[in-house]
């Protein structure tokens, strides 16, 4: 069955950065729109950005604009996102989702065939 498996996640200082990493398995990778959620506690899923299958076209939340950079290697069938100048309402659980065709929104969650486990992100003040 597919496998999406995030890491990278940890704890860091305002202001500091992270890379994630999603690695899938069993999924054409290279022929996915790859995409980045995260959810806060208390809080629906919100995404965070996408990229679609040859890297040529990303998109980014407002919030995260500047900040985060989303990139793929379909050689290693990993997608990353670059975090700088973390702040501490990026805290939150970031998911990776994979979409078999471009999304028609690619903002909702419910135009992503498969997620990862996600993994925790926090940022200390």
């Known amino acids: 069955q597919v496998q999406l498996r995030e890491s990278g996640g940890g704890l860091v200082q305002a202001g500091g950065s992270l890379r994630l990493a999603c690695t899938a398995s069993?999924?054409?990778?290279?022929?996915?729109?790859m995409a980045w959620f995260r959810q806060a506690p208390g809080k629906e899923r919100e995404f965070v950005a996408a990229i679609n299958w040859s890297g040529t076209t990303t998109n980014y939340a407002d919030s995260v604009k500047g900040r985060f950079t989303i990139s793929r290697d379909n050689a290693k069938n990993t997608m990353y996102v670059q975090m700088n100048s973390l702040k501490p309402e990026d805290t939150a659980v970031y998911y990776c989702?994979?979409?078999?065709?471009?999304?028609?929104?690619?903002?909702?969650?419910?135009?992503?065939?498969?997620w990862g486990q996600g993994t925790q992100v926090t940022v200390s003040s």
């Open positions: 069993r999924l054409a990778f290279r022929s996915y729109t």
């Open positions: 989702a994979a979409a078999r065709t471009y999304p028609s929104n690619m903002y909702s969650a419910g135009d992503y065939d498969y």
